[in-house]
């Protein structure tokens, strides 16, 4: 994600559960074999639960006892809905854009309108195939197919933006929902040049489609602007770019972050001290690298690529 054009395809992937846990173990147990086995692996969602606007991956997978309050889990219930509800923005404003539409530039320098949904296609493409070698053990590059090259992909017709840009929402969604709850306990993605669990691997997915929908650039046909990011996201992007703040802050720099609307922290350990007084989305624009440079204070200090 970035003002640089990426190339999914280029992303260092490899993740891995082993032994690979095989989906539906638990349908060939009966009796209280197979209470006991739900219980432990709880991978399914109850028969006849439907959560309107929830994915089956955010649905609960554990059985509550009467009078129980929240059962922790280690699917990331609340990320997936995040994600999940953005997903549904992103389609809701895709099929809005026409060929005059794609064509236009985005927000992004060198991007257009097209790129930028067709990078959200790959991207939801690469995930998938993380996802899937998680749950097989296998190297995500082997025999995948080498990706469109950005270019050539947002200069389609946006008919054929827009259906390959679902394709690639519902099969990632559908890659969540079959992850087994071993897997999502232990599976592990190289992203980038870190490890990164599957956990962190939906919050950069929601990220990706919250930022990219504001990087569309398309107020005009209904799209959002900054201020009208969910504060669900927000949270969890704060906490995110935050805790990742001092390893991105030159080594003589501590920084003083002063939101106002939420309480002000330090980060980094250098003798000069910069105290970042703006808003949360202000300041969130500025760990993002999406505060234009002639709005960004020239005290404030230049920051390290955000992991």
């Not at 962190?200 to 602007?225: M, Q, T």
Request: charge should be neutral; aromatic fraction near 6%.
């Amino acid at each position: 994600m970035g003002s640089v054009r990426p190339r999914t395809c280029d992303l260092a992937v490899w993740s891995w559960a082993w032994p690979p846990p095989q989906l539906g173990d638990d349908r060939r147990l009966d009796g209280r074999r197979a209470v006991a086995h739900r219980e432990l692996v709880a991978t399914e969602t109850r028969p006849g639960t439907r959560e309107p606007g929830i994915p089956p991956s955010a649905r609960e997978t554990h059985a509550m006892p009467v009078g129980s309050g929240y059962v922790p889990s280690p699917i990331p219930h609340d990320l997936l809905a995040g994600a999940f509800t953005g997903h549904r923005r992103l389609l809701a404003l895709a099929s809005a854009v026409e060929d005059q539409v794609t064509a236009r530039p985005s927000l992004l320098s060198g991007w257009t309108v097209g790129h930028v949904l067709s990078h959200l296609a790959q991207d939801a493409d690469t995930h998938i195939r993380l996802f899937e070698s998680a749950a097989t053990g296998r190297d995500p590059g082997a025999g995948s197919d080498s990706c469109v090259d950005l270019d050539v992909a947002a200069a389609r017709p946006a008919r054929l933006i827009r259906d390959d840009l679902a394709r690639a929402i519902a099969a990632l969604e559908r890659a969540w929902d079959r992850t087994h709850v071993d897997v999502w306990r232990t599976g592990i993605a190289h992203h980038g040049r870190a490890p990164t669990s599957l956990t962190d691997l939906v919050f950069a997915r929601w990220r990706e489609v919250e930022v990219h929908l504001v990087d569309l650039g398309l107020i005009d046909r209904g799209g959002p602007g900054w201020a009208d990011l969910p504060a669900t996201y927000v949270d969890a992007e704060w906490a995110w770019s935050t805790a990742r703040l001092s390893e991105r802050l030159p080594p003589e720099v501590t920084v003083l972050l002063a939101p106002g609307d939420r309480p002000s922290r330090a980060f980094g350990d250098g003798p000069r001290m910069v105290t970042v007084r703006a808003s949360t989305l202000e300041t969130l624009r500025w760990l993002l690298g999406r505060l234009p440079t002639a709005a960004t204070p020239t005290e404030w200090p230049p920051l390290a690529p955000s992991g």
